[in-house]
T-cell receptor, first 112, second 111 residues
Framework: DVKVTQSSRYLVKRTGEKVFLECVQD?????MFWYRQDPGLGLRLIYF???????EKGDIPEGYSVSREKKERFSLILESASTNQTSMYLCASSTGPGDTQYFGPGTRLTVL | KNEVEQSPQNLTAQEGEFITINCSYS?????LHWLQQHPGGGIVSLFMLSSGKKKHGRLIATINIQEKHSSLHITASHPRDSAVYICAVTDYGGATNKLIFGTGTLLAVQP
């Protein structure tokens, strides 16, 4: 089975802190994605990557950056956390265009 | 207007009932996905379809490309089916594999 893991299930940070969220997949998938999920808004794409060291902005990239140094690992970075970044963050991976995406368990981030 | 609309937003059913969740979309697509999210849990892909109908256990997904509409049916519903069901579409061409998501349908099945 495909397994996508995220570094933390719950995280509490203070405004202005730098936050790292890590995602690892074990199925050699080319594509990886970071989403945030908020009530009433559904899932929104922050960034995605289709290859090592490649990244593309999603729909809401402001305030975030990403890093993909190895194929299996995709990191989301909040350079200076703000309260409006309190959310559920979900990572996903897939093999190629149009294919099923496999999701991690999510990280619930609270910024105080 | 959202590119992917789901209805209803909330649904309460009694155990054993037949359930239908609808999804309409306004863009050209290469595939449509149905996803399930249990409370506090991650998201699991149920179906990916581009035409016709797919069945897995008590779950059936259909799609009508001409009408840009899909339905997810649950037969003989059970309390463990209680979850958020999310419809998502892959943009036509799918070069970037981006998904466009609906806001989900919260289903509660009461015993």
């Amino acid at each position: 089975d495909v397994k996508v893991t995220q570094s933390s299930r719950y995280l509490v940070k203070r405004t202005g802190e730098k936050v790292f969220l890590e995602c690892v997949q074990d199925m050699d998938h080319e594509n990886m994605f970071w989403y945030r999920q908020d009530p009433g808004l559904g899932l929104r794409l922050i960034y995605f990557s289709y290859d090592v060291k490649m990244k593309e902005k999603g729909d809401i990239p402001e305030g975030y950056s990403v890093s993909r140094e190895k194929k299996e690992r995709f990191s989301l970075i909040l350079e200076s956390a703000s309260t409006n970044q309190t959310s559920m963050y979900l990572c996903a991976s897939s093999t190629g265009p149009g294919d099923t995406q496999y999701f991690g368990p999510g990280t619930r981030l609270t910024v105080l | 207007k959202n590119e992917v609309e789901q209805s209803p937003q909330n649904l309460t059913a009694q155990e054993g009932e037949f359930i239908t969740i609808n999804c309409s979309y306004s863009v050209g697509i290469s595939a449509l996905h149905w996803l399930q999210q249990h409370p506090g849990g991650g998201i699991v892909s149920l179906f990916m379809l581009s035409s016709g109908k797919k069945k897995h256990g008590r779950l059936i997904a259909t799609i009508n490309i001409q009408e840009k509409h899909s339905s997810l049916h649950i037969t003989a519903s059970h309390p463990r089916d209680s979850a958020v069901y999310i419809c998502a579409v892959t943009d036509y061409g799918g070069a970037t594999n981006k998904l466009i998501f609906g806001t989900g349908t919260l289903l509660a099945v009461q015993p």
